[in-house]
């Protein structure tokens, strides 16, 4: 069994920065792939950032891109998103997402508990 364990959140002014982690415990063969997922008030949950196909590609949501960096740390089975010229408009719970493998059970999508960002203008 995959745990997600999420930390980094917070409080920041407008045009400030923040890391979130993730890191990956548990049981699994291969990790498939690692995303960012946000969810402001009233809002449905939407992809901020992912690395996919054996971490070869990386997608960002078009109102993040060339403010916020996905990465990884293999060694620590650990994804980070670093938040930089933060918006207001970034305010919501943020959750990671894993997609790992296992020869027992397969294939199965993980989430965070999910930390919340917010952004005061």
């Known amino acids: 069994q995959v745990q997600l364990v999420e930390s980094g959140g917070g409080l920041v002014q407008a045009g400030g920065s923040l890391r979130l982690s993730c890191a990956v415990l548990g049981r699994w063969n291969t990790i498939n792939s690692m995303a960012w997922y946000r969810q402001g008030p009233g809002k449905q949950r939407d992809m901020v950032a992912e690395?996919?196909?054996?971490?070869?590609?990386?997608n960002y949501e078009d109102s993040v891109k060339g403010r916020f960096t996905i990465s990884r740390d293999s060694a620590k089975s650990t994804v980070y998103l670093q938040m930089n010229s933060l918006k207001p408009e970034d305010t919501a719970v943020y959750f990671c997402?894993?997609?790992?493998?296992?020869?027992?059970?397969?294939?199965?999508?993980?989430w965070g508990q999910g930390t919340q960002v917010t952004v005061g203008s």
């Open positions: 997402n894993v997609n790992a493998y296992d020869f027992a059970t397969g294939s199965q999508t993980y």
């Open positions: 690395i996919t196909n054996s971490f070869t590609r990386i």
